[in-house]
């Protein structure tokens, strides 16, 4: 089953003297359990892509949708909330909070979580060891280093166990061997079955994923298949998705 379907998506910023068309004409179909990743040149489109996919952004043509619901039918709140359980993200530069701890930034996106502070620092003791941070729990930001950081921001989008992860360049600011690190521990997600989006400018990483997609002008110029797509064995999306 299509589990993350764009059907003639184009997404065009600015107006008249200043428009530019980030995608054109985009069609795809993810299927659960894939690991897609995405590579082409600067501005072709990769961020463009993985913001509509995240509803973060409308397209300016075309219909997104995720495990069959259309995105462009929920309201501003409901959408937040249906991207809260369903998507997380994962950026270049971490976007973490430089004032807050690891576990206070772990913490962020349960704000609004009916769980008492202390089932709520527990979640973040467990996320941050499981990509690897235990002990460094009340660390700021810059007394991690920047490999401890992506792990940080990558335990964060976990918080709500979104069965989709869309990373953008995850690896972009690290050196090969960290990189490496980050990428075992997408890996170890994706085998756990997340369905997973990543950007990355390294061809080296293309050989993680299930599948190769090569954007071009905003268009897709290859789709390659590269190995068997693991099954994965959880409910696609949270039960109370989809409202
Ligand atoms: N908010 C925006 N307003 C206007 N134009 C934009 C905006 N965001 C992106 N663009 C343009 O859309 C095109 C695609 O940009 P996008 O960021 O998706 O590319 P990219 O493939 O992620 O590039 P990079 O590898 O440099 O990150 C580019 O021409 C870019 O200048
Ligand atoms: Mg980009």
Redesign the pocket.
């Known amino acids: 089953m299509s589990f993350i379907t764009l059907e003639n998506v184009s997404m065009t910023?600015?107006s008249n003297g200043t428009r530019?068309t980030?995608l054109s004409g985009v069609s795809l179909s993810i299927g659960e359990g894939e690991y897609a990743v995405i590579t082409?040149e600067?501005?072709?489109?990769?961020?463009?892509?993985l913001c509509l996919l995240g509803g973060l952004q409308l397209p300016t043509e075309g219909r997104i949708s995720i495990s069959g619901t259309d995105l462009s039918t929920f309201s501003a709140d409901n959408l937040a909330g249906f991207r809260g359980r369903t998507i997380g993200f994962v950026f270049q530069a971490y976007h973490l909070l430089p004032y807050l701890t690891a576990r206070e930034n772990v913490m962020v996106p349960m704000a609004i979580d009916k769980k008492s502070s202390r089932e709520k620092i527990e979640r973040a003791y467990t996320l941050l060891e499981s990509v690897g941070l235990s002990g460094k729990e009340e660390r700021l930001p810059s007394q991690l280093s920047g490999g401890e950081c992506q792990r940080v921001a990558i335990a964060r989008a976990l918080v709500h166990d979104p069965p989709i992860l869309l990373a953008d360049?995850p690896t972009g600011n690290l050196d090969s061997a960290t990189g490496d690190q980050i990428l075992d521990l997408f890996s170890k997600l994706h085998g756990a079955g997340k369905t997973i989006l990543m950007?990355t400018?390294n061809r080296w990483n293309i050989e993680r994923g299930t599948r190769s997609v090569l954007?071009r002008d905003?268009r897709i110029a290859e789709d390659n298949p590269l190995r068997p797509v693991h099954r994965a064995s959880r409910p696609a999306v949270p039960a109370q998705a989809g409202g």
């Open positions: 910023y600015g530019t980030a082409g600067s501005g072709s489109g990769k961020s463009t892509l360049e950007v400018h954007l905003g």
